[in-house]
Every structure is written in structure tokens, then in C-alpha cells.
């Protein structure tokens, strides 16, 4: 079986070297000539890489790449190809694409994990789709990550991926606010993680990511906010969930509050540091 692998970029890349790793005949393209994969023969475009290829997966910035490149390479490609959209997008451009492929097997995966896991092949893929097409594309994803969810029909990945997403954003500023009214009170920001960690305020945000430096060493806080995920895609996922609502009429305060405090923050110098370092804007003096 031979792969396209189109887009890559800081996730494409390390997933593509992975399948090419495991064995899997891979074309790339990608319009950025710095976004190469030693090993993988890069296509002049994004059809050409199509061309005869079984699988095609695409690990785009946005929905409307995705579209673009859907209108260009859904004709060059041979019947019944399985198509993986790993990028990002809106529910309603994941179903568009889906739509695009029609004939052929489409699924949207997109993943959680960032540029470590796609590294270490250790993502979360969440898919919408077909079973068919589900059943055809479990082996790749399963080379390229650890946890596989067939959430439901076309959309359904990209909508757990955002409303997942929305827990995060909420949940990194309410513990950054949490530490700040602790500050305030006298307690050290251990003494909060000690029980908090432990306690019913638990979360990923506190746990794995805390915002300050100290209590996790391996959180983003401990190398002032740089290697972790970006402020920017944050807001991006932020966004995406509040379209989404906004269509379907559906109250989401607290996100449409995290949207704006995160495009707050990205206007003023947050756009590339970790999402974590929200707590600077959000606190007094900053971190300690
Ligand atoms: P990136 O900008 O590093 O890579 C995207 C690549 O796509 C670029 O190299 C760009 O040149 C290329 N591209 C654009 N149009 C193309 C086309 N028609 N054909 C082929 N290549 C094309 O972005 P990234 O960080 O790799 O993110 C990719 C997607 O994954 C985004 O949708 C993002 O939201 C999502 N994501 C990113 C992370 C993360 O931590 N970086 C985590 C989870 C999900």
C-alpha cells in the first residue's frame, strides 16, 4: 500500500516519518520547501503526490486548505482511496470534505498529543466516518499513535477534538486563577498543588501542564512557556468550538470567555509561548 502524506509541517512531519519508519511507501508534498522528511520523496504537487497512492492524509493549518486541496485531489485520485484528514477544521468543513470525497473512503481524524506525540507516535486520534472506512484506517492510525476513538459519523472527531479542547481552555484558566486568589492568601503555590492535585479540583491543566514553574517540573512553566502548545492554536480550538456553538445555538459562557481572554492574550505577546502562560496576563506579577 502507498501513502500521500500532504502538509508537513510540525505534526505532518514527525507523523509521516513514523509510517515511513514502520515500513508504509510514503510520497510527501508540501508547498513549504523547509517542511521535508528525510526519506520521503516529495511530489511537484499535491495531485501528483495523489496519484496512485491507496491512502491520502493531510495535516493541514485550516479548513479551507483542506477544502482547497480536496477540490485538487479528490479527481486525481485512483477509486475507492481512504482519505484521513488529521488537520483540525470545523465540524461543518470536516462533513464539506467528507462530501468532496464522496465515492471514496473519508474519515476526519484529527489528534491530541501535539508535536511530542506525533513524534513519539503516541497521539490520540479521534474519528468521525464510516466504519468501512474506520476498519481501513486503524492500522495507520495505530502506527502513528497510541489511543483510537471511533466517535461516530463524519464530524464527530472534529467535534470531540473541539469540545475537548473547550474542558482545556476553561480548565488552564480557572486553575491559573486559582493560584493567583491563593497567592493572594498567603498559600504557596505546593501547598495549592498538594491538595489540589490530589482533591476534586484535579485536572490535566494542574497535573500534567501546571502553569507555574515549580510543582511539575516537566510542565512548560519550568522553561519559561516555550515547547509546549501554543497560545495561537489555542485560540484557534477556541474558536472552532464557538462557531460551532453559535450555529447550534447552544450557551457556552465560560468558553466564549476563554476565547476572549485567549485572544487577549495572543494580541499582546502570548501567540507563540504555552497556552499555560495565560496565567501572566491573568495574575498581578506573574508567575513566582
Ligand atoms: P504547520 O503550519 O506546522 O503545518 C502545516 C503544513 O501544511 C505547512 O507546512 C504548510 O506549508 C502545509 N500546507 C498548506 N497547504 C498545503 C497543501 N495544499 N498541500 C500540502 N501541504 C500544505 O501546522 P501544524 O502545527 O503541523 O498543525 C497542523 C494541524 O494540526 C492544524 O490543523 C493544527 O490545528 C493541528 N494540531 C496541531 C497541534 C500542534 O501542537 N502543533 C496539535 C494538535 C493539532
Redesign the pocket.
Known amino acids: 500500500m502507498s501513502v500521500a502524506f500532504?502538509?508537513?509541517?510540525?505534526?505532518?512531519?514527525p507523523m509521516a516519518a513514523n509510517l515511513l519508519a514502520a515500513g508504509e511507501k510514503v510520497t510527501?508534498?508540501?508547498?513549504?520547501p523547509?517542511?521535508r522528511v528525510e526519506g520521503i520523496a516529495v511530489a511537484d504537487s499535491?495531485a501528483a503526490?495523489v496519484k496512485g497512492a491507496d491512502v491520502v492524509i493531510?495535516?493541514?493549518?485550516?479548513g479551507r486548505?483542506?477544502l482547497?486541496?480536496y477540490r485538487?485531489?479528490v479527481p486525481a485520485a485512483a477509486p475507492g482511496t481512504l482519505f484521513l484528514d488529521?488537520?483540525?477544521?470545523e465540524v461543518t468543513d470536516a462533513r464539506a470534505a467528507a462530501e468532496l470525497a464522496a465515492g471514496h473512503l473519508a474519515l476526519d481524524a484529527?489528534?491530541?498529543?501535539?508535536?511530542?506525540?506525533?513524534t513519539a507516535a503516541t497521539?490520540t486520534f479521534m474519528v468521525g466516518g464510516p466504519s468501512e472506512a474506520f476498519i481501513a484506517a486503524e492500522p495507520y492510525l495505530k502506527t502513528m499513535g497510541k489511543k483510537i476513538v471511533h466517535c461516530g459519523e463524519t464530524g464527530a472527531g472534529q467535534a470531540a477534538?473541539i469540545c475537548n479542547n473547550m474542558i482545556l481552555g476553561v480548565s488552564m484558566i480557572a486553575v491559573s486563577e486559582a493560584f493567583a486568589l491563593g497567592r493572594s492568601l498567603g498559600l504557596t503555590d505546593q501547598a495549592l498543588f498538594d491538595v489540589a492535585s490530589t482533591a476534586s479540583g484535579q485536572c490535566w491543566a494542574l497535573t500534567t501542564n501546571c502553569p507555574v514553574p515549580g510543582p511539575v517540573p516537566t510542565s512548560p512553566a519550568n522553561r519559561d512557556y516555550t515547547g509546549?502548545?501554543?497560545s495561537s492554536?489555542m485560540l484557534?480550538?477556541l474558536r472552532l468550538a464557538q462557531a460551532a456553538a453559535q450555529a447550534g445555538g447552544v450557551p457556552t459562557a465560560l468558553g466564549a470567555h476563554a476565547e476572549e481572554l485567549y485572544a487577549a492574550f495572543v494580541e499582546q505577546d502570548g501567540s507563540g509561548r504555552d497556552f499555560s502562560a495565560i496565567i501572566t496576563s491573568l495574575t498581578k506579577d506573574g508567575p513566582a
Open positions: 500532504l502538509g508537513l509541517g510540525n505534526m505532518g512531519g510527501g508534498y508540501d508547498p513549504n523547509t517542511a499535491a503526490a493531510t495535516m493541514l493549518p485550516s486548505h483542506v482547497d486541496c485538487e485531489i488529521c488537520s483540525t477544521i484529527p489528534v491530541s498529543g501535539g508535536v511530542v506525540g506525533a497521539l477534538k509546549g502548545f501554543a492554536l484557534k480550538d
